[in-house]
């Protein structure tokens, strides 16, 4: 059995945080899980292009609010808590921080490794450096 706190993630190598959001990631490949697990916040009043094409996500908002663009369409889609949305296409997308700082639980399939940053064209490598 595994058994980790938000709070001692967030102290550790675990926590990733760049200009526009941080996150912990509580599960991770090494954990032979199958997926990892993270708790994103998304900083107020930003924007982050995102295209997991080496990744799966399904992401579950459970506070604050913003919105997701889709680039193919150009559809936007609010961001509220209770809210779940599925990048089952690969789908690259602008993710925005609105008024407050959004709280995310995000699921990755494959599993990150842990120290994944967004590249110039919003992608996570399949393999980064791994958390130790």
Not at 4 to 31: G, P, V, Y
Not at 95 to 118: S, W, Y
């Amino acid at each position: 059995m595994i058994v980790r706190t938000l709070a001692e993630c967030e102290q550790s190598n675990r926590k990733i945080t760049t200009e526009t959001w941080d996150s912990t990631r509580m599960l991770l490949k090494d954990d032979k899980m199958g997926f990892s697990f993270h708790i994103t916040t998304i900083y107020a009043n930003t924007e982050t292009h995102i295209h997991y094409q080496n990744h799966l996500e399904s992401v579950y908002c459970m506070s604050g609010n913003g919105e997701i663009e889709t680039i193919a369409d150009g559809k936007i889609y609010k961001i509220e808590p209770g809210t779940l949305y599925i990048l089952d296409k690969h789908d690259e997308h602008l993710l925005r921080g609105g008024t407050e700082e959004m709280k995310l639980a995000c699921v990755f399939n494959p599993p990150l490794n842990g120290k994944e940053v967004h590249d110039e064209s919003g992608v996570y490598p399949l393999e980064a450096e791994t958390v130790v």
